[in-house]
């Protein structure tokens, strides 16, 4: 999967090191002092990178734990993010993870022990109900049979009484979690979009069916599972697509007892979506109608409320319809 795997020497005799090299007995290993040497070289092409991207294994010394965008969560009011990953395996058009990182290579964080304890003292310091976002990033699961993530974290969190932990993701990756006894505060969020979307924009990543089958799988072992429809894309056929996407929930997942959903139209930081359709100039999502205001593009603000209205309401149709949170940049 990686021909080339750069491994900081910090690191190197690590546990978490040496299982993951022991994974890729073929690959050529290379030492290094510190990760940025090769995942923030300038002048690099994202695009040829992509198409076979290296591993970086390092260590994370500082500003692991960070207050997530106004934005992002559940309206809750302690919400922190943090990558145990940087970048991601899959190829979503629409990522603003190409518009922030110049590398498309991989790079996982093997202390994972630090994190955990980070997360330890806030929520001792805090005392009250404290979210933690993965995904942010990267993909919470997409190479969780390699990092073993779910299962490191999942064991450590669970028993911190006022943390919660969300994994997003787009990855079929369960296998781990099904072998886990199911947790009340570990929510496994599961990002959504019609089979149209995922064709043309979300590249490398499982199908719309893969997806709901993953997390009915969770829903029957008992975990929480959560919905993100988040970014909604203003394409062709718009309704006719989310609607049958919608259909498709509620009929092959309990709707009634998902954690949550939440909806937010398509955004991007300015730089980031400069970067970004740059990158793919011929590419129609980026020759929508978009605004910019305070830093951010996204669909003019009539366009995005007429998108999340007709969502939020198509969603309200249908009975015990659990909560849904609109993430908007207002």
């Known amino acids: ?35 940025g040497e090769i995942f923030n070289r300038h002048q690099q092409d994202f695009r040829i990178q992509k198409k076979d991207p290296c591993l970086i294994l390092a260590e994370k010394h500082n500003k692991r734990i960070m207050p997530a965008p106004a934005e992002y969560g559940l309206n809750t009011t302690h919400n922190y993010y943090f990558s145990h990953m940087l970048n ?20 996982i ?9 980070d997360i330890r003292a806030l929520a001792v310091k805090t005392k009250e109900p404290m979210w933690f976002y993965s995904g942010y990033d990267c993909d919470s699961l997409a190479l969780d049979p390699i990092t073993e993530f779910s ?9 911190i009484d006022n943390a919660f932990l969300e994994l997003r993701t787009k990855s079929t990756q369960v296998r781990k979690l099904l072998e886990m ?17 995922i064709k043309t924009l979300e590249h490398q990543t499982p199908s719309l069916a893969a997806r709901l089958s993953a997390a009915k799988k969770l829903q029957l072992a008992g975990w ?37 959903i939440t909806i937010g139209a398509f955004r991007l930081p300015k730089g980031f979506f400069k970067t970004v359709k740059n990158l793919y100039p ?5 020759s929508s109608q978009f605004s910019s205001d305070n830093g951010q593009v996204s669909y003019v603000k009539s366009t995005e409320k007429k998108i999340l209205d007709w969502c939020e309401e198509s969603l309200k149709n249908h009975n015990n319809c659990p909560s849904i949170y609109r993430q908007t940049l207002n």
């Open 224 to 260: 929480p599972v959560a919905l993100r429809l988040d970014p909604i894309v203003f394409i062709e056929n718009f309704r006719a697509e989310y609607t049958f996407l919608i259909e498709q929930i509620t009929e092959q997942l309990d709707f009634k007892t998902l954690h949550s």
């Open 1 to 35: 999967m990686f021909s080339f795997i750069y491994v900081e020497k910090r690191i190197e005799k690590h546990p978490r090191t040496l299982k993951i090299l022991s994974q890729f007995p073929k690959s050529t290993v290379i030492t290094c002092e510190h990760y």
């Open 109 to 117: 964080f093997v202390n994972y022990e630090d994190f955990i304890e």
């Open 88 to 107: 991601c395996i899959y190829d979503c058009r629409y990522c603003f993870l190409q518009g922030m990182f110049q590398s498309a290579h991989n790079v």
């Open 151 to 159: 299962k490191s974290f999942i064991e450590e969190i669970s028993s």
């Open 181 to 197: 006894k199911p947790r009340n505060n570990v929510i496994c969020a599961f990002s959504l979009s019609p089979a149209a979307v």
């Open 282 to 286: 011929e590419e129609p999502l980026f």
